[in-house]
């Protein structure tokens, strides 16, 4: 992996992306969108992250976050990534309304099949892509970046429209995971 793309400064702002395998439009589905917010929140509560901004697509993630004193994000985001798995592929298998079951699941276990870190399937991509956040003009690109990806995917007119952003918060407004934003 490129040393670009690591996490070098425990105490560091980082930006972050992660998406799904073969950039799968997983989270179109409430349920799915609701496991990994779920999952966002228990790691700001108990496995020390610090959000400061971020951005659910349909099959990715941007955030800026740091960790906590004692707390290093390369952990953070090791369990979460396998924890909303988990719980999103299991929660895909036994979803009864899903019509994309047999195609996901299918893809999940195929990249599962080539990478020995995984048991059966992988959900995620592998990288991370941590970006460490050094000067206050680079913090607002990747902000900006981040609160516009809807309006550049033509999902919504305003970035504070996107109800699974921190746009909102940054608007004025009360956002999903607003109460735990730092």
């Known amino acids: 992996m490129s040393h670009a793309y690591k996490f070098h ?8 992306t992660f998406a799904t395998i073969g950039w799968i439009d ?10 990994l917010l779920e999952s966002i929140q228990f790691c700001q509560l108990n496995k020390g992250l610090n959000l400061n901004a971020w951005c659910l697509m349909t099959n990715h993630l941007h955030f800026i976050g ?10 953070i985001l090791r369990d979460l990534k396998k924890f909303t798995s988990k719980m999103i592929i299991d929660s895909i298998s036994n979803n009864l309304q899903e019509s994309r079951k047999e195609w996901m699941m299918a893809i ?22 941590p970006i460490e956040l050094w000067s206050n003009e680079v913090i607002q ?27 909102i918060d940054y608007a004025g407004g009360k956002g999903l995971l607003d109460l735990i934003m730092i």
């Open 66 to 75: 740091s960790a906590k004193e004692g707390f290093l994000m390369s952990n």
């Open 26 to 35: 997983v989270f179109t589905r409430p349920m799915y969108k609701n496991i």
């Open 141 to 167: 690109q990747k902000l900006t970046y981040i609160h516009n990806n809807p309006v550049t995917m033509d999902l919504v007119d305003e970035p504070w429209h996107w109800k699974y952003s921190s746009a």
């Open 108 to 129: 999940f276990k195929n990249a599962g099949n080539y990478n020995n870190n995984n048991k059966d399937y992988q959900f995620w991509q592998q990288d991370n892509r």
């Open 9 to 16: 400064n425990k105490n560091g702002l980082y930006f972050v």
